[in-house]
């Protein structure tokens, strides 16, 4: 069975930085596209950021300048890097693989920002 696990959420104050971690496992994930996606409290979940099987990045514009994802097919992992954090960005992380035939979701990451 398919494990996406993230890994690396918390409290920070606005302004700070947050690298969050998914461990993929039981999947041959370099074939996978990766994305992450977050849900404040009240809202749709929203897609934050996209990193394809062949590295291609794409980002919300509200993140845009501020985060970076990245994957190392190595380790079975993508990371999503988070810099000048603001309180809007509080939320749950969910970390998301998907190919043209299947897609699974992680359980999830809380990130908060709030000083």
């Known amino acids: 069975q398919v494990q996406l696990v993230e890994s690396g959420g918390g409290l920070v104050q606005p302004g700070g930085s947050l690298r969050l971690s998914c461990a993929a496992s039981?999947?041959?994930?370099?074939?996978?596209?990766m994305d992450w996606y977050r849900q404040a409290p009240g809202q749709q979940r929203e897609l934050v950021a996209v990193?394809?099987?062949?590295?291609?990045?794409n980002y919300a514009d509200s993140v845009k300048g501020r985060f970076t994802i990245s994957r190392d097919n190595a380790k079975n992992t993508v990371y999503l890097q988070m810099s000048s954090l603001k309180p809007e960005d509080t939320a749950v992380y969910y970390c998301?693989?998907?190919?043209?035939?299947?897609?699974?979701w992680g359980q999830g990451t809380q990130v908060t920002v709030s000083s």
């Open positions: 998301h693989a998907r190919n043209s035939a299947y897609d699974y």
């Open positions: 990193i394809t099987s062949d590295g291609t990045t």
């Open positions: 039981r999947m041959i994930f370099r074939i996978y596209n």
